[in-house]
């Protein structure tokens, strides 16, 4: 079955503890996001990978790291949390090409509190 | 970056089509126009998406306008599970990067 996973789906930690929350697409997309999503601000893009070794800032980059060493691996690395970082986490992927923008496959979402 | 504009909300009766309208007025040529819809406790999914011709699909229609600076999401008969958020984003060909979904639409089917 295609699919984007992310882990863990909730996360309760503390300030200053590094975290990292993964995403796995099984699907061979070359493009990788990351969103986070807050109450009355809609989702918005954290950062994104056009693929291997490739990764770009969204609007809100601060305060996270991503890597993508493998094309179907894409995690989220939040060295020293901070509260205003809880949230709801969203990993999404898509088969980009040149001539189209494919639809974006989401994952279920990751809920973060940082205490 | 090209941006949209959307209506917080809307409302629909069961059985009867929805117009669901986005202003993208600083689209560029290589922009795709999509649209996405989010339930509740979900993650968003794919409704449909065009370049400058009208869309059809099993969930619903794409209208773009001739200057491409609008655009209409069009639910044919709205039931129940089709009350949910739903986003309109640009998406630029040459990069491929979907990034900006706003706040979208808030959809509510009345019974």
């Known amino acids: 079955e295609a699919q984007v996973t992310q882990n863990p789906r909730y996360l309760i930690t503390v300030t200053g503890k590094k975290l990292t929350v993964t995403c796995s697409q099984n699907?061979?997309?070359?493009?990788m996001s990351w969103y986070r999503q807050d109450p009355g601000l809609g989702l918005r893009q954290i950062y994104y990978s056009m693929n291997v070794e490739v990764t770009d800032k969204g609007d809100v980059p601060e305060g996270y790291k991503v890597s993508r060493k493998e094309k179907r691996n894409f995690p989220l690395i939040l060295e020293s949390p901070s509260p205003n970082q809880t949230s709801l986490y969203f990993c999404?992927?898509?088969?980009?090409?040149?001539?189209?923008?494919?639809?974006?496959?989401f994952g279920e979402g990751s809920r973060l509190t940082v205490l | 970056d090209a941006k949209t504009t959307q209506p917080n909300s809307m409302e629909s009766n069961e059985e009867e089509p929805v117009h669901l309208p986005c202003n993208h007025s600083t689209i560029s040529g290589t922009d795709y126009i999509h649209w996405y819809r989010q339930l509740p406790s979900q993650g968003p999914e794919y409704v449909i998406h065009?370049?400058?011709s009208n869309v059809n699909n099993r969930m619903a229609s794409l209208a773009i306008a001739e200057d491409r600076k609008s655009s209409t999401l069009i639910l044919h008969r709205a039931t129940l599970r089709d009350a949910a958020v739903y986003y309109c984003i640009l998406a630029d060909r040459r990069t491929g990067n979907q990034f900006y979904f706003g706040t979208g639409t808030s959809l509510t089917v009345i019974p």
């Open positions: 999404a992927s898509s088969l980009s090409s040149g001539r189209d923008t494919g639809e974006l496959f």
């Open positions: 699907m061979n997309h070359e493009y």
């Open positions: 065009g370049l400058t």
